[in-house]
């Protein structure tokens, strides 16, 4: 079955930078509807960044104008660059395919996530 594997995270000072990868395998399909989401501690997953068949890109407003998602069809994955990133973008982040419904994850089983933490 479909196994994803984000990586990338790690501790980063206010303003700094990182960028997320993530891969998927096992699928039949190429994976072209991709999610990234976010889980803070007591809070629910949320949305984050979406990019749809065609290649638009959505984003939470959290987070817009500093994130921005891509993919590589071929590879089967997703990238997310986080730029000037603040403490409240501190989240385990998960990618997933996100189709209809959009902003819930298709795929049944998610990654580990990988840890983002930004503070001084």
């Known amino acids: 079955q479909v196994q994803l594997v984000e990586s990338g995270g790690g501790l980063v000072q206010p303003g700094g930078s990182l960028r997320l990868s993530c891969a998927a395998s096992?699928?039949?399909?190429?994976?072209?509807?991709w999610g990234w989401y976010r889980q803070a501690p007591g809070k629910q997953r949320e949305l984050v960044a979406h990019?749809?068949?065609?290649?638009?890109?959505d984003y939470a407003d959290s987070v817009k104008g500093r994130f921005t998602i891509s993919r590589d069809n071929a590879k089967n994955a997703v990238y997310l660059q986080m730029n000037s990133l603040k403490p409240e973008d501190t989240a385990v982040y998960y990618c997933?395919?996100?189709?209809?419904?959009?902003?819930?994850?298709?795929?049944?089983?998610w990654g580990q996530g990988t840890q983002v933490t930004v503070s001084s």
């Open positions: 096992g699928s039949r399909f190429r994976i072209t509807v």
């Open positions: 990019i749809n068949r065609g290649g638009g890109t």
């Open positions: 997933n395919r996100d189709d209809v419904p959009y902003g819930l994850g298709s795929l049944a089983y």
